[in-house]
């Protein structure tokens, strides 16, 4: 079985959707301080074909022709995650808001996940609002969390709602 070469919080290695592609890879990149807080928490994406920028004389100040891009087609192509999304309101605190909890219940990547924060289950999202975080990558059977900072007086007598989806790209 094909394996991602990136390991994820739990310390254990994941079987990677995108192993059978051989064209991109895709790398978790966490940062803590002394104590095991975190600090940073990213994930790198590289493609396989990297870009060409050919010969130096296709290079003119400030325009750069490229001769290849690189490859993340296979980005769009990742199997959609099952995910388990809940969302506790935080009512009467300094900043008000709510905690969008992101669990990943299967052995797929949640990929370039957008959270999105509704007065109802078919509503429009509450703006303004602010999250500590957004396009986040989850692992297999891990879970995140994203702040989100917002009037929750605006959602009095309405179901709260938190959705996810993956960002596509035409």
Not at 9 to 29: H, M
Not at 39 to 46: C, G, I, P
Not at 50 to 70: I, M, T, W
């Amino acid at each position: 079985m094909d394996r991602n070469p990136c390991i994820g919080k739990s310390g254990r290695q994941a079987p990677s959707p995108l192993g059978r592609y051989e064209r991109c890879v895709l790398c978790a990149a966490k940062m803590t301080d002394a104590t095991g807080k975190l600090l940073a928490d990213n994930v790198y994406w590289e493609s396989k074909s990297g870009d060409d920028v050919g010969p130096a004389s296709n290079d003119k100040q400030f325009q750069a022709n490229r001769s290849q891009l690189a490859d993340f087609a296979v980005l769009n192509t990742i199997v959609p995650a099952h995910r388990v999304v809940s969302v506790p309101t935080r009512m009467k605190m300094a900043k008000p808001g709510a905690h969008i909890n992101i669990t990943i219940n299967s052995n797929h990547i949640a990929f370039f996940l957008r959270a999105e924060i509704a007065a109802d289950p078919n509503g429009n999202e509450v703006l303004p609002i602010r999250y500590d975080d957004n396009y986040i990558t989850v692992f297999p059977h891990e879970s995140r969390t994203i702040e989100a900072t917002f009037e929750t007086s605006w959602l009095s007598g309405h179901t709260v709602v938190a959705t996810t989806s993956p960002r596509r790209s035409p």
